[in-house]
């Protein structure tokens, strides 16, 4: 269960706010990966990082900015959010994206709420 | 675009009975199909996973079986009890040329005693 670890596990903000989310994994992996989790609709991949290059870019609107300093380490900037945005942001882990290694750990999530 | 869609969107069994579950997946080069069970209020944890070059898989309770034809796969749990339910997810993903992965809807279980 700590695995991987998200902060702040809750955030509210205005829709002129910054604020960052964290993801930290703690298994050795390479990949890492932001989900976002809202009431009554799939999972919705957002970002892939592998090696801290970036994989994947799901057509995520640019308010929503990742980073990936290092192989352990991910966060998803915000900005200038819209009270649809509110939702439950997952991080996930695996050991690689190529075949094999793709088994995904999740983290526990942040619950935004934008007003 | 791609798609994958899960059925029943909610399933009721009295503990003790199986549950099935289904997903249909669009993408032909998808070619891993992990299962997720998330509890209220908890993150997703996977429960078992399925690649494309093998049609059944089984651990204890739960298995699941992959028809690529038909691009269907589907979760089976026996002996069904309280602590099963929760939402179930499928996914279907593709690692191949890029990275892709697409999950169903969830399937809200409910295992009556």
């Known amino acids: 269960e700590t695995g991987v670890t998200q902060t702040p596990r809750h955030l509210v903000m205005g829709m002129t706010n910054k604020k960052s989310l964290k993801c930290e994994q703690h298994l050795g992996h390479n990949a890492m990966y932001w989900y976002k989790q809202s009431a009554k609709k799939p999972l919705e991949l957002m970002f892939v990082y592998s090696l801290e290059e970036r994989v994947e870019n799901n057509s995520v609107p640019s308010r929503f900015s990742p980073e990936c300093p290092n192989s352990s380490h991910l966060f998803l900037h915000l900005h200038t959010l819209q009270p649809e945005d509110s939702a439950l942001y997952l991080c996930?882990?695996?050991?690689?994206?190529?075949?094999?290694?793709?088994?995904?750990?999740f983290g526990p999530g942040t619950r935004l709420l934008v007003l | 675009g791609e798609n994958v869609e899960q059925h029943p969107s909610t399933l009721s069994v009295q503990e003790g009975d199986s549950a099935v579950i289904k997903c249909t997946y669009s993408?032909?080069?998808?070619?891993?199909f992990p299962w997720y069970k998330q509890e209220l209020g908890k993150r997703p944890q996977l429960i078992i996973d399925?690649?494309?070059?093998?049609g059944e898989k089984k651990d204890q309770r739960i298995a699941v079986t992959l028809n690529k034809t038909a691009k269907h796969f589907s979760l089976h749990i026996t002996e069904t009890q309280p602590e099963d339910s929760a939402v179930y997810f499928c996914?279907?993903?593709?690692?191949?040329?890029?990275?892709?992965?697409?999950f169903g809807a969830g399937t809200r279980l409910f295992v009556k005693a």
């Open positions: 993408d032909s080069a998808s070619n891993y």
């Open positions: 996914a279907a993903t593709t690692n191949t040329g890029g990275f892709k992965t697409i």
């Open positions: 399925i690649r494309s070059n093998v």
């Open positions: 996930a882990s695996s050991q690689g994206w190529v075949a094999g290694e793709e088994t995904q750990y």
